[in-house]
C-alpha cells in the first residue's frame, strides 16, 4: 500500500546567495521518498536571494539516482511537499503547496502536482490565483437575508439564513429582507491542498479548502471544502465531493 510522506519547509536556510542551479547546495532536512519510487525530493530555500528572512526563492530538486533535476518554483513564504500515488501508477507524484502572500487576511497560495517522466519534472496540476482551478462551488444572495451556496459538480446545495447575523443581514438586505443588490461572494484559491486516501484504496485524493467571503475579502463567511480525485479516462482532476463550513 502507498504510505504518503510529507515535508514542510518554511525556516530552511540556504547559505550564499547564489540562485543558479550549478551553485545551490542542498543543506536542509531529510528528504521525501517511499519504496513506490526511484525518486527522493526535497525543498531549497534561498533567504538571501531577496535578503528577508521569511521570503525566499524556492526551488524543487528531484535526485534519480544518477542524476539530479530541478524546478525554480518562484518566491514564497513556506511550502509543503507530499510525496504519493495521486493517478493508481504505483509510482508516486509529488504534491507541493506554497504561500505566495500573506495579505488580505487569507493570503494567496499556489497549488501544484508533479510528475517525474523521463527524467523530467512534468506539471500534472496547478492552480494560484491568477488560474483558479473550477472547483463548481457557486453562491448568491436570496429574498429572505439567504445565502445560498451550491456545487454545481456534485449536486450539493445549502442554505443559510443570515437574518440574525446583522453584519450581514442590514448591509447586504433591504428592510423586506430583500437583496441590495447581487452581491459577489468570492471564491480564493486553495488555502489547504493536503492528500487524503478517502477511500482506502491506496491512491490518494486531494482534500482542498478555499476561503469565502461576501463583499469584501476581510468579510469571511466560511470554507468550501471539496475532494479532488484523478480520473484516468479523462486524464483530468474531477471533484468528488464537496461541502461548505459556515462561519456565519
Known sequence: MTRIFALTAIMLVLYGSQTDFTAIKNIITDKCGSENNNFSASVICDYDRYNDKNYHQAYLEVNLGTDTIMKDLGGSFGDSIFICDIDGDNIDEIVFQQTKGMSGGAGQYDSSIFKI????????????????????????????????????????????????????CLAYFDENEDPLCNETVLIDNFREFIPEDIDGDGVYEIACLQYLSIGGHSNYIGDAECFLKYNVQENDFEVVKAEFIPKI
Do not use: P, V
Request: net charge neutral; with cysteine.
Open 117 to 168: 517522466t523521463n527524467g523530467n519534472i512534468e506539471t500534472i496540476f496547478n492552480s494560484d490565483s491568477m488560474n483558479k482551478f473550477d472547483t463548481g462551488f457557486f453562491a448568491k444572495l436570496k429574498n429572505g437575508c439567504q445565502l445560498e451556496i451550491r456545487n454545481n459538480f456534485t449536486g450539493y446545495m445549502k442554505t443559510f439564513d443570515l437574518a440574525d447575523n446583522s453584519k450581514y
